[in-house]
């Protein structure tokens, strides 16, 4: 999506992991420098032959970052 003076990128993610291990990645998202919003969430079970100890739910999501834009030079500014 376009701004006036910023780009939204936006990231599909899909992960497996258990409880913890995808609080422990949304946790870490949180705390980065940069702005990240996470949304459309989706956590599912997963079935007991796919599952195991540590990896017992799936998980997907967008994050989206966001970009400042450099102002593009017009043609009058590049003459002077």
């Known amino acids: 999506i376009n701004n006036d003076f910023y780009e939204d990128w936006p990231i599909l ?3 497996e992991g258990n409880f913890f291990t995808l609080g422990s990645f949304f946790e870490k998202v949180g705390n980065f420098e940069r702005l990240i919003n996470v949304n459309g969430i989706s956590i599912q079970a997963l079935d007991e032959d796919e599952a195991s100890p540590s990896t017992s739910l ?3 999501c967008t994050a989206t970052t966001f970009v400042y834009i450099e102002p593009q030079n017009t043609q009058e500014e590049e003459s002077e």
């Open 58 to 60: 799936r998980a997907t």
């Open 13 to 15: 993610i899909a992960m």
